[in-house]
T-cell receptor, first 116, second 113 residues
Framework: AQTVTQSQPEMSVQEAETVTLSCTYD???????LFWYKQPPSRQMILVIR??????QNATENRFSVNFQKAAKSFSLKISDSQLGDAAMYFC?????????????FGKGTLLTVNP | ETGVTQTPRHLVMGMTNKKSLKCEQH?????MYWYKQSAKKPLELMFV???????ENNSVPSRFSPECPNSSHLFLHLHTLQPEDSALYLC????????????FGSGTRLTVV
């Protein structure tokens, strides 16, 4: 079974500063994918960033980057130059690769507040 | 229209009512999902359809009945619900085998009174 743990129910950051959201996971697979999703008040879950487990290089998307530590099974999200629009619930998720269909396992989420 | 569209956006229903939630995707994906999102609980996977066949039913009560008439449409038929079924119901789609994650709709906020 796969599990995803987000140990920070809530975080806050000042506008323009940097914040890191934590995520740890457990899987018996060697090949898998990790994701961070953002859910603003509009409710739609939006994919922020994706990491392939076989790639050692950390994924980056503009102000969003990850610190992927495969041995430690850790996948944290760093948001640089935080903006008011970054305020949302952030979910870490995991899926195994391959197969005819796949499931995403989600963490409980971290509510991020951005203070002006 | 693109992406994943869910209707209605809000729904209030009595415990004896019958209603349906609709999800439509315009992405050419071949898998669709229903998730339940309750306050302070993890997202709960309810049903998975792959190539229009139900491949997973996570012990969901029979008062929830999914239907997938084609690869673009997914319904969740509701009847005799309980107040604890009040939640945000999210639909998602994906293309199996590509591992690019899901594309979600904006959800239906369901209140059972």
């Amino acid at each position: 079974a796969q599990t995803v743990t987000q140990s920070q129910p809530e975080m806050s950051v000042q506008e323009a500063e940097t914040v890191t959201l934590s995520c740890t996971y457990d899987t018996s697979e060697s090949d898998y994918y990790l994701f961070w999703y953002k859910q603003p008040p509009s409710r739609q879950m939006i994919l922020v960033i994706r990491q392939e487990a076989y790639k050692q290089q950390n994924a980056t998307e503009n102000r969003f980057s990850v610190n992927f530590q495969k041995a430690a099974k850790s996948f944290s999200l760093k948001i640089s130059d935080s903006q008011l629009g970054d305020a949302a619930m952030y979910f870490c998720a995991l899926t195994n690769s391959g197969g005819s269909n796949y499931k995403l396992t989600f963490g409980k989420g971290t509510l991020l507040t951005v203070n002006p | 229209e693109t992406g994943v569209t869910q209707t209605p956006r809000h729904l209030v229903m009595g415990m004896t009512n019958k209603k349906s939630l609709k999800c439509e995707q315009h992405l050419g994906h071949n898998a669709m999902y229903w998730y339940k999102q309750s306050a302070k609980k993890p997202l709960e996977l309810m049903f998975v359809y792959s190539l229009e066949e139900r491949v997973e039913n996570n012990s969901v009560p029979s008062r929830f009945s999914p239907e997938c008439p084609n690869s673009s449409h997914l319904f969740l038929h509701l009847h005799t619900l309980q107040p604890e079924d009040s939640a945000l119901y999210l639909c998602a789609s994906s293309q199996t085998g590509f591992n690019y994650g899901y594309t979600f709709g904006s959800g239906t906020r369901l209140t059972v009174v």
